[in-house]
């Protein structure tokens, strides 16, 4: 487990979890009360700055299974808070991960990314003001959660997602 830690003004992707052995699992992961933060370059308005920079605050690779994220807040990452990626919608695929109870804003992409994951559950969190990866697509905001290349059994029951109002001057 991981727990009470705080990760920040790293260049990079501060905590990346993934297995490249083929049959390699990580099992039984906990992420608890962690503060991830300025990490990578979040110049919202400087035009030479990367449109998916990808430095997200926690990454989730292939081969994950039984993962939970609780209790953490993310902020000013310069890709989501925490981003899901299997890259495949195989047996390697990454399963059954909640994300529950954490607090995510005015990251570059959003707080929570979902690609190529199955039985994921996203629960209790509070998410806000994160921000679009392209200029002028949608306005200055986007939602705070996406789910991208065969996400399956992907449950989302947020406590606060304020992104939509923001985005619409609620």
């Known amino acids: 487990s991981l727990r009470h830690c705080e990760m920040h003004n790293v260049r990079a992707t501060p ?13 039984d992961l906990v992420l608890w009360d962690n503060l991830v933060h300025d990490n990578g370059s979040v110049a919202w308005d400087d035009p030479n700055q990367s449109l998916d920079p990808d430095n997200h605050g926690i990454s989730l690779g292939m081969r994950q299974e039984r993962i939970w994220v609780l209790d953490s807040t ?9 981003q899901i990626n299997s890259g495949t919608s195989g047996a390697d695929r990454s399963h059954h991960i909640y994300f529950g109870r954490n607090t995510g804003y005015q990251n570059r992409q959003c707080t929570f990314g979902c690609k190529q994951a199955a039985d994921v559950v996203v629960s209790q969190n ?6 679009a990866r392209e200029v002028n697509v949608n306005g200055p905001y986007q939602s705070a959660i996406f789910t991208q290349y065969w996400p399956e059994r992907v449950r989302v029951k947020c406590k606060t997602d304020k992104s939509l109002a923001i985005a619409h001057d609620l």
């Open 74 to 82: 993310f902020y000013h990452n310069a890709g989501n808070g925490i």
């Open 126 to 131: 509070t998410l806000y003001d994160d921000r």
């Open 15 to 27: 905590i990346m979890v993934d297995s490249w052995t083929s049959g390699a699992w990580n099992s």
